[in-house]
């Protein structure tokens, strides 16, 4: 039978390994939902239950497994798992809520289609996947929690600074997503984002969650953190490119030009 530590290192390579197909497939097939939605990928799920069923393993699974780790008792090991947790609270319960009671009506039909199952299915496994890999890193293998004073030091220096981009990204991605939400209850169907970073880049949802997973890659300073951040950015990259690209197409000459898909000034 495979050992933890086994398991837990191949998982890791397997977090690796997929981030460079993704971003490559990503750039030619967009994930059909939201304004990808196309027919043809099998049942469907109404979008708030696909959300929080494909989301919950990253709740459910880190606290089944946190209390098996050997430091899950020590102080810093919970206040590292904390922004994790907190970000996938408003993920799985609040967004999903959020989209359930800012549904539009009347006119839902010109942006509310049902989630495809398989892609649900797909997100679900790949959170399994990741709540294992951070849980088990913060709860069980990061072994610094205890060390001497200049390992004291380097913990909650990178856990601040690491901390700081956490939270700014949280809070961009939180902003970004009430007002997309917000346009979609007036029930008008899809049209141009204004305002704050709406100006600079067309998805800033999805750069305030890349940010928030560089600053989880620096707080746990670690392989699994960071790998993480660079499957984030395998998988939204492409897909703000590709929004941005049907923005242009959508709305053609009304659509700023000069908008980035992504990051501000860069992608």
């Keep these: 039978m495979i050992s933890d530590e086994s398991l837990f290192h191949y998982s890791l390579l397997a977090l690796y390994l997929i981030a460079p197909p993704t ?8 994930a059909p939902y939201g304004k990808h939605h196309r027919p043809g990928w099998g049942p469907t799920l109404p979008t708030p239950l696909a959300w ?28 590292l798992m904390s ?28 942006t509310s289609h049902g989630f495809p199952v398989s892609i ?15 849980a088990r890193w913060v709860s069980h293998y990061k072994d610094n ?7 004291d030091w380097f913990f909650w220096l990178v856990f601040f600074v690491g901390l700081f981009v956490f939270l700014c990204g949280m809070r961009i991605n939180i902003v970004s997503d009430r007002e997309l939400l917000r346009l979609k209850s007036e029930g008008k169907g899809y049209v141009i984002p204004r305002g704050g970073l709406f100006e600079l880049v067309a998805c800033p949802n999805y750069f305030g ?19 993480f951040f660079i499957y984030t950015c395998a998988n939204l990259v492409p897909r703000a490119m590709a929004n941005r690209q049907w923005y242009l197409d959508k709305f053609g000459a009304d659509y700023p030009k000069s908008r980035k898909a992504v990051i501000p000034y860069l992608i």
């Excluded at 971003?23 to 967009?30: H, N, P």
């Excluded at 699974?61 to 098996?68: A, E, G, I, Q, S």
């Excluded at 649900?120 to 951070?134: E, H, I, R, S």
């Excluded at 929690?145 to 390992?151: E, F, K, P, V």
């Design 52 to 79: 929080f069923l494909m989301e919950s393993p990253t709740l459910w699974l880190t606290l089944l497994l946190f209390p098996l780790g050997r430091h899950f008792s020590n102080p810093k090991s919970i206040i």
């Design 209 to 227: 969650e890349i940010l928030e997973w560089l600053g989880w890659g620096v707080m746990t300073w670690s392989w699994v953190g960071f790998g």
């Design 145 to 151: 929690y205890d060390g001497d004073g200049s390992s």
């Design 120 to 134: 649900a299915l797909t997100a679900f496994c790949f959170n399994m996947l990741n709540a294992y890999l951070q």
């Design 23 to 30: 971003f490559i497939s990503l750039r030619f097939l967009q």
């Design 83 to 110: 922004p994790f947790l907190i970000h996938y609270f408003n993920r799985t319960c609040l967004y999903p809520l959020s989209l359930l009671l800012r549904s539009p009506s009347g006119n839902s039909k010109k």
